[in-house]
């Protein structure tokens, strides 16, 4: 069975404060994709990172930046420094053979002044 | 460019109408998605297409349920008889193709369905 799993349903954060969203994931594919969207509140899911199974290295964009760990099946996704502007919901995604995207429930972030 | 787009953004229809859902993707994209995204069930996938064809229609949750893609382009989901559980927020998204590695699916704003 494929599953995504987002704990965290809602966190709240002060601006500026470094806040990390998890993400757990399950599947017997040994080729797999993962996969990190955010919906603001206007509703539509923007991408933000892909990554296939066959690469570790961590990865940091600006403020974002994503540590994933095939030892624990977590694709873990942090915000530093964040912002207003980050308060969203984050979507964790998994595909594989099939190609469409498996999603977790979604983590609510959000951001106060 | 152009993103995906969809029509309507927002449909409110009567238990028992049939409703069409548009879906443009993005220009050159050879697959397209559609998925629901609903409180009580979150985001899932309903159907996806590559080119004209449907390998995977696993997803749609009953034969009210159909999807077409003409010219390798536009896709209509047409659900009939419309039930208060179709209420969603129906996903549209578009990927260069359907191969190995995966390509990234980009996703259109939605058209939001409220059945009474």
């Known amino acids: 069975a494929q599953k995504v799993t987002q704990a965290q349903t809602e966190i709240s954060v002060v601006e500026k404060e470094d806040v990390t969203l998890d993400c757990v994931y399950e599947?017997?594919?040994?080729?797999?994709?993962l996969f990190w969207y955010k919906q603001p509140p206007s509703g539509e899911l923007v991408f933000l990172i892909r990554?296939?199974?066959?690469?570790?290295q961590n990865e940091i964009s600006g403020r974002y930046s994503w540590n994933f760990q095939k030892s624990t099946s977590s694709f873990n996704f942090t915000i530093t420094a964040s912002q207003v502007v980050d308060s969203a919901v984050y979507f964790c995604?998994?595909?594989?053979?099939?190609?469409?995207?498996?999603f977790g429930t979604g983590t609510r972030l959000q951001v106060f002044p | 460019g152009a993103g995906v787009s969809q029509s309507p953004s927002n449909k409110v229809t009567e238990k028992g109408k049939d409703v069409e859902l548009r879906c443009d993707p993005i220009?050159?994209?050879?697959?397209l998605y559609w998925y629901r995204q609903s409180l009580g069930q979150g985001l899932e996938f309903l159907i996806y297409?590559?080119?004209?064809?449907?390998?995977?229609k696993s997803g749609l949750p009953s034969d009210r349920f159909s999807a077409e893609r003409t010219g390798g382009s536009v896709s209509t989901l047409t659900i009939q008889r419309t039930q208060q559980e179709d209420s969603a927020v129906y996903l549209c998204?578009?990927?260069?193709?359907?191969?190995?590695?995966?390509?990234?699916?980009?996703f259109g704003p939605g058209t939001r369905l409220t059945v009474l």
């Open positions: 998204a578009s990927s260069l193709e359907v191969r190995n590695p995966t390509d990234t699916q980009y």
């Open positions: 995604a998994l595909s594989t053979r099939t190609d469409k995207l498996i």
């Open positions: 220009s050159g994209h050879t697959a």
């Open positions: 599947t017997r594919d040994t080729t797999y994709y």
């Open positions: 297409f590559q080119g004209n064809s449907a390998p995977d």
């Open positions: 990554r296939n199974s066959f690469d570790e």
